[in-house]
């Protein structure tokens, strides 16, 4: 068996080299380079995929989130609550904006935010929730939205890894005031560099959206807000447009991916999976295994040929960076459990069934001859 290496775009990339280089010829020589008619198209295709009116490009999920917090005006001496389980990039903009981030606890089988830890955390100066839909699973979104109303606070979701995930009958990236995604290359649907979204229905916060990605402009030419410089680079658009087309066929493989890790795992009475939402679809951008020997199984399978990733090695309170907050070990238990246990085993579209087994076999033999 070859080396299993974890690089999501290995093979699509490959498929679409030609048609991706065609789109750059294009936009090389139509000279279209900021805010054009490329970026222009994807928004309103991303926005009718999603199922929301507006879609607004900028320049990552970090600046997409901080752009959201000054449109629905949360700032200093506001509370913004989110999962003391997720990329630090969610963390980041809640900082920058001047808020102050109130984590909460994770659910152990879904790995996402606890809709009972958020009930608690909420004060007289809460804001707004942030669902994260970690590892492309979708959060219990219609508790967190009933929580969000009967408090009276905004709910934002992080799309960043759940892109075409579903609830019910509706697309997360849909369910709260504004959301957002992130094209980093690794995601779902990734650029050949950074890029990311905002999604809303509302048409006033679209249009202040479109206002502080760039500089605060105003319609008239007057700068009537202090924005940022934050727009999704045409090119990079141009090449989303390509790959949306495909997203749904590449989610469709890594849940099939996942259903195969998932049958041949679930025997393996040392790892824990992660569980589902009813009536909801998890795209699976990462797929996740925890476990107590975490470590010496990520040796393992490296000795065997196959590149794991961890997802995250260490818990946002628990980082210098926020040392601010003043949280200490211990303060979110699941959380830090799953930084210990958790580790990602490749998935991506491309994956053979019989790479798939490869991982699968290797998995039970490391299991069966230590135990
Ligand atoms: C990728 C990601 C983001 C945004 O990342 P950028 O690199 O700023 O585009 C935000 N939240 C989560 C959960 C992510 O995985």
Redesign the pocket.
Known sequence: MKPIRYIPFLHTHSQLKKEILATFEEFYDDKDYILGSGLEQFEKAYALYNGVKHGIGV???????FIILKCLGIGTGDEVIFPAH?????A??VINSGARPVLADIDPNTLNIDPLEVEQKITSKTKAIIG???YGNPSDINTLLAISRRHEIHLIE?N??AQGAVVGEQKTGSFGVMN?????P??NIGALG???LITTNSDELAEKARILRNYGKGAHGNYSNIGINSRLDELQARILLVKLNYLDRWNEERIKIAKRYDSELKKISEIKLQQDYNKSMNVR?IFPVITARRDHLKIFLKSKGIETLI?YPNPIHLQPAFSLLNHKSGDFPIAEKVCKQELSLPIYPGLTKSEVDFVCATIKDFFSNQS
Do not use: W
Not at 59 to 65: E, P
Not at 180 to 184: A, I
């Open positions: 320049g990552n999920g970090h600046d997409a989130l997720t990329f630090m990039a969610t980041l903009s994260v839909h970690l992080d960043a890894q957002f995604t992130s094209f980093y690794t995601k950074d890029g990311g951008h997802h």
